[in-house]
T-cell receptor, first 117, second 113 residues
């Protein structure tokens, strides 16, 4: 079974440019999350989708960040325009719904490293 | 509000020595606690978790952790370090009904030959 996949693995852009990160969750996982780790700091929650709906976007830094999950499958996270402080590793995670088999575990991708120059 | 503190951003141990990575949490409701590991160029992988029940939990690769409510701790241990244990380890807390994890800042483990 394929795990959570993220693309690109590394992106280097100039300040002011736009970047779109993509995440493909594990098949059948309705819950999809984005987290971010700025260099040397903790991994922080950005937002949570249940299927195509945003359940919680309280962690989104500002309106330069836009996340979508069309059709409840893959998700994209767009940063426009990018600023220096947006540099970091963006992790995507997915999980099954609560109820039978609920474990609380998130399955993470390898992350997309974003460097803004 | 919940929080996690990992003491020591870098820990070095000799191969064969005890590994002890510390994690203290703060939570006003019963916590779910997790340890994740990130090997170089890989994603976060679950090592072990505590939700309810037995307070000593065993995970993969010989790691275990004990939930101590009185000390608000969930320290990760392994009796004998192996070179392959070199990685970054993250402690996280959440609560029943939510997947919104609060992570610690991570501890990078170095294993010396």
């Amino acid at each position: 079974e394929a795990g959570v996949t993220q693309f690109p693995s590394h992106s280097v852009i100039e300040k002011g440019q736009t970047v779109t990160l993509r995440c493909d969750p594990i098949s059948g996982h309705d819950n999809l999350y984005w987290y971010r780790r700025v260099m040397g700091k903790e991994i922080k929650f950005l937002l949570h989708f249940v299927k195509e709906s945003k359940q919680d976007e309280s962690g989104m830094p500002n309106n330069r960040f836009l996340a979508e999950r069309t059709g409840g499958t893959y998700s994209t996270l767009k940063v426009q325009p990018a600023e220096l402080e947006d540099s970091g590793v963006y992790f995507c995670a997915s999980s099954q719904v609560q109820g039978q088999g609920y474990t609380g575990e998130l399955f993470f991708g390898e992350g997309s490293r974003l460097t803004v120059l | 509000a919940q929080s996690v503190t990992q003491l020591g951003s870098h820990v070095s141990v000799s191969e064969g020595a005890l590994v002890l990575l510390r994690c203290n949490y703060s939570s006003s409701v019963p916590p779910y606690l997790f340890w994740y590991v990130q090997y170089p160029n890989q994603g976060l992988q679950l090592l072990l978790k505590y939700t309810t029940g037995a307070t000593l939990v065993k995970g993969i690769n010989g790691f275990e952790a004990e939930f101590k409510k009185s000390e608000t701790s969930f320290h990760l241990t392994k009796p004998s370090a192996h070179m392959s244990d070199a990685a970054e380890y993250f402690c996280a807390v959440t609560t029943s009904g939510t997947y919104k994890y609060i992570f610690g800042t991570g501890t990078r483990l170095k294993v010396l030959a």
